[in-house]
């Protein structure tokens, strides 16, 4: 069986789904294959008790996000603010202590230290271009070293590398020694610094979606109707310059541009006839994916909220390292988020349910008090045994990659054309990115097919 359309885009996720909808826009007729049962790749919604949608995905959007806000209100979607009165947990170097607001209560020398390791860190960043980082000042320098051995030969205190430490692994889901120093700086410059990427207010953990973040999707596939293919994994795309013939499921699907728009390590595994150019090849074998167990546990209402407690709580010795209130708009019932990510994930990973979820309640037993003993339920999803997604939040380049391959990290080949968060020039990694990077390959299609419309 065979078909035949303009376009087909591999991956329903955020980013081939704008991509799918602005080329149905512009004229185009357009196919979305989707290897899973559902649209939304890392973005998922689960049910709590009673039915509310609790996000066991991505959730979260900004105010400086204007990509992913712009589609949300023109799908007609709206925002509310997460949880973030009363005070913070923060638990580093041993101690532990409460506040509010945006500084935590430490040691004046490590918040000093903190604070110039942060200067130093965004002043880098800012001097790193975002849409060719690898150009930058510095940039093989950068590049050729991890994020561990930049921090520590920038933090002077254990406490202030272990902070960043705790950040790296909160907004990478990885650890300084996995990446590279010039991706860290071009990542952190690309969302406008450390603050925008891990405060609350004001910052990429301010809003969530009402119905949860893959009603994003819902939306787009809904409106896309039967365009959208699930249960689809493409195993082969044949290419030349005339066009594609991309194999799923005994069906051939003939097109004249393909978008693919899976994470990186995926993209690696299709079969290309003929193969890719060595530096893409290079490249996507050079960009793991992070690592992260994300978990949501559920009491009868927020009992923190009456002891004063925001539900933010962050340590460097815990697992659990990051913890939300992520309880529905309503109130009830009462949620908190936490994630084991990087080496605590590894760690996760290989303990059996029981032994995981005890670890995190005794975890979060720590941070609130013995109420944490009490849940009614525990709902968590390993992004890394996740067969179409291998891990999160995003890709990541290791030592070497970027100033080597990263030219081939957007560039077309020949019909084909990359999406993905990863590919964002703005906020990679995040919905925001992926919004920005389908808007893109959009674009270029669009561009590459008008000549020859114009000429029949």
Same mark, same amino acid.
């Given at each position: 069986?065979s078909?035949?359309?303009?376009?087909?885009?591999?991956?329903a996720?955020?980013?081939?789904?704008?991509?799918?909808?602005?080329?149905?826009?512009?004229?185009?007729?357009?196919?979305?294959?989707?290897?899973?049962?559902?649209v939304?790749?890392?973005?998922?919604?689960a049910?709590?008790?009673?039915?509310?949608p609790?996000?066991?995905?991505?959730?979260?959007?900004?105010?400086?996000?204007?990509?992913?806000?712009?589609l949300?209100?023109?799908?007609?979607?709206? +925002?509310?603010?997460?949880?973030?009165?009363?005070?913070?947990?923060?638990?580093?170097?041993?101690?532990?202590?409460?506040?509010?607001?945006?500084?935590?209560r430490?040691?004046?020398l490590?918040?000093?230290d903190?604070?110039?390791?942060?200067?130093?860190?965004d002043?880098?960043?800012?001097?790193?271009t975002?849409?060719?980082?690898?150009?930058?000042?510095?940039?093989?320098?950068?590049?050729?070293?991890t994020?561990?051995t930049?921090?520590?030969?920038?933090?002077r205190t254990?406490e202030?590398r272990?902070?960043?430490?705790l950040? +790296?692994?909160?907004?990478?889901?990885?650890?300084?020694a996995?990446?590279?120093?010039?991706?860290?700086?071009?990542?952190?410059?690309?969302?406008?610094?450390?603050?925008?990427?891990?405060?609350?207010?004001g910052?990429a953990?301010?809003?969530?979606v009402?119905?949860?973040?893959?009603?994003?999707?819902?939306?787009?596939?809904?409106?896309?109707?039967?365009?959208?293919?699930?249960?689809?994994?493409?195993?082969?795309i044949?290419?030349?310059e005339?066009?594609?013939?991309?194999?799923?499921?005994?069906?051939?699907?003939?097109a004249?541009?393909?978008?693919?728009?899976?994470?990186?390590?995926?993209?690696?595994?299709?079969?290309?006839a003929?193969?890719?150019?060595?530096?893409?090849?290079?490249?996507?074998?050079?960009?793991?994916m992070?690592?992260?167990?994300?978990?949501?546990?559920?009491?009868?209402?927020?009992?923190?909220r009456?002891?004063?407690?925001?539900?933010?709580?962050?340590?460097?010795?815990?697992?659990?390292?990051?913890?939300?209130?992520?309880?529905?708009?309503?109130?009830?019932?009462?949620?908190?988020?936490?994630f084991?990510?990087?080496?605590?994930?590894?760690v996760?990973a290989?303990?059996?349910?029981?032994?995981?979820?005890?670890?995190v309640?005794?975890?979060?037993a720590?941070?609130?008090?013995?109420?944490?003993?009490?849940?009614?339920?525990?709902i968590e999803?390993?992004?890394?045994?996740?067969?179409?997604?291998?891990?999160?939040?995003?890709?990541?380049? +290791?030592?070497?990659?970027?100033?080597?391959?990263?030219?081939?990290?957007?560039?077309?080949?020949?019909?084909?054309?990359?999406?993905?968060t990863e590919?964002?020039?703005?906020?990679?990694?995040?919905?925001?990115?992926?919004?920005?990077?389908?808007?893109?390959?959009?674009?270029?299609?669009?561009?590459?097919?008008?000549?020859?419309?114009?000429?029949?």
């Amino acid at each position: 069986m065979s078909r035949s359309v303009d376009v087909v885009t591999v991956g329903a996720g955020i980013a081939g789904l704008v991509a799918a909808r602005d080329l149905v826009r512009g004229g185009s007729e357009v196919l979305v294959l989707e290897a899973r049962d559902r649209v939304g790749g890392r973005l998922l919604n689960a049910e709590l008790p009673g039915g509310a949608p609790i996000e066991v995905g991505g959730q979260w959007v900004g105010p400086t996000q204007h990509q992913v806000l712009a589609l949300i209100g023109e799908l007609g979607l709206s +925002t509310y603010p997460t949880h973030a009165s009363g005070r913070h947990i923060v638990e580093m170097g041993g101690s532990r202590s409460e506040y509010t607001g945006r500084i935590p209560r430490l040691n004046p020398l490590t918040l000093a230290d903190i604070a110039q390791t942060q200067w130093r860190l965004d002043r880098l960043a800012r001097r790193v271009t975002q849409t060719e980082p690898w150009r930058a000042e510095r940039a093989e320098t950068l590049d050729s070293q991890t994020f561990e051995t930049w921090l520590r030969r920038t933090a002077r205190t254990a406490e202030g590398r272990a902070f960043f430490r705790l950040v +790296t692994e909160a907004v990478f889901s990885a650890e300084p020694a996995d990446m590279s120093a010039l991706w860290a700086a071009f990542y952190i410059g690309a969302a406008g610094g450390v603050d925008a990427l891990i405060a609350t207010s004001g910052g990429a953990q301010q809003d969530r979606v009402l119905g949860g973040t893959q009603t994003i999707a819902l939306t787009m596939a809904e409106q896309l109707g039967d365009r959208v293919v699930l249960n689809s994994p493409v195993t082969q795309i044949d290419w030349d310059e005339e066009g594609v013939s991309v194999h799923t499921n005994g069906t051939l699907v003939r097109a004249r541009r393909a978008v693919i728009a899976v994470p990186p390590p995926l993209a690696a595994q299709i079969r290309y006839a003929p193969g890719m150019p060595g530096d893409r090849m290079q490249l996507v074998q050079r960009m793991p994916m992070g690592r992260v167990i994300k978990i949501n546990v559920v009491y009868n209402e927020p009992f923190w909220r009456a002891a004063g407690l925001s539900g933010q709580a962050n340590s460097d010795r815990r697992s659990l390292g990051t913890v939300f209130d992520n309880t529905p708009v309503g109130g009830s019932p009462g949620v908190l988020v936490g994630f084991l990510e990087g080496r605590h994930a590894d760690v996760g990973a290989r303990l059996d349910l029981a032994d995981r979820r005890a670890r995190v309640i005794e975890d979060l037993a720590g941070y609130f008090g013995p109420q944490a003993h009490n849940p009614i339920d525990y709902i968590e999803r390993d992004w890394t045994a996740e067969e179409y997604s291998r891990g999160g939040y995003g890709a990541f380049t +290791t030592p070497g990659a970027l100033t080597r391959f990263g030219h081939a990290l957007r560039r077309p080949i020949g019909p084909l054309h990359w999406a993905g968060t990863e590919t964002a020039t703005r906020w990679p990694g995040y919905i925001d990115g992926a919004v920005e990077s389908g808007h893109r390959a959009a674009r270029e299609i669009n561009a590459a097919l008008l000549p020859s419309e114009a000429k029949r």
